[in-house]
């Protein structure tokens, strides 16, 4: 718990940088988030989210878009901080890591290319558990029987 603390206001020192860099920042912080919380954190999109407004009023701002934007990047890695020292991490599952990644090869392997960057998509991106199910439902459906049968047939051998 103490290295991902250390970790994060490692991340935080890195905004201060002369030669500070927000993509290659935002990859770390990302990076980490997804180790430290999971590859589904809130915390990831906020991450995302963070851009410069290169919008003729943000240009006029005196305030300065960089600052803004490395205040909010620093107050999401604060509260993740905040989140581990007053919550604790929760335990993830090695089994289920293990069986979660045996689950997106066996996908990854039957799928066509653009139906498995859909897949990941809508478990990456969508939030909402109903509008989740029903994405995926649809995407279940423009698959062949055969397609189905196998993916079927290889998870339950997981088990």
């Known amino acids: 718990m103490m290295k ?25 912080t990302i990076n ?4 430290i919380f999971g590859n589904s954190s809130s915390k990831i ?16 701002d005196t305030s300065g878009t960089q600052d803004t934007i490395k205040k909010k990047a620093k107050v999401i890695v604060e509260a993740a901080i905040f989140e581990i020292e007053n919550f604790g ?4 599952s ?15 392997d039957e799928l066509k290319g653009s139906q498995f ?8 991106s969508v939030k909402n558990e109903e509008t989740k ?14 397609t189905k049968e196998i993916i079927l047939s290889n998870i339950i051998g997981l088990l």
């Open 117 to 124: 960057k859909a897949l990941k998509d809508i478990i990456e």
């Open 89 to 92: 991490l929760e335990k993830k």
């Open 133 to 146: 199910s029903k994405k995926l439902k649809d995407l279940l459906e423009e698959l062949q029987v055969d």
């Open 45 to 60: 999109n906020q991450i995302n989210e963070l851009k410069y407004d290169f919008s003729s009023w943000a240009l006029r």
């Open 32 to 35: 980490l988030f997804d180790r």
């Open 4 to 28: 991902e603390i250390e970790l994060l206001q490692n991340q935080i020192t890195k905004l201060e940088d002369k030669s500070f860099d927000l993509d290659a920042w935002k990859i770390n």
């Open 94 to 108: 090695a089994k289920n890591d293990e069986l979660s990644g045996k689950i997106l090869e066996i996908l990854s």
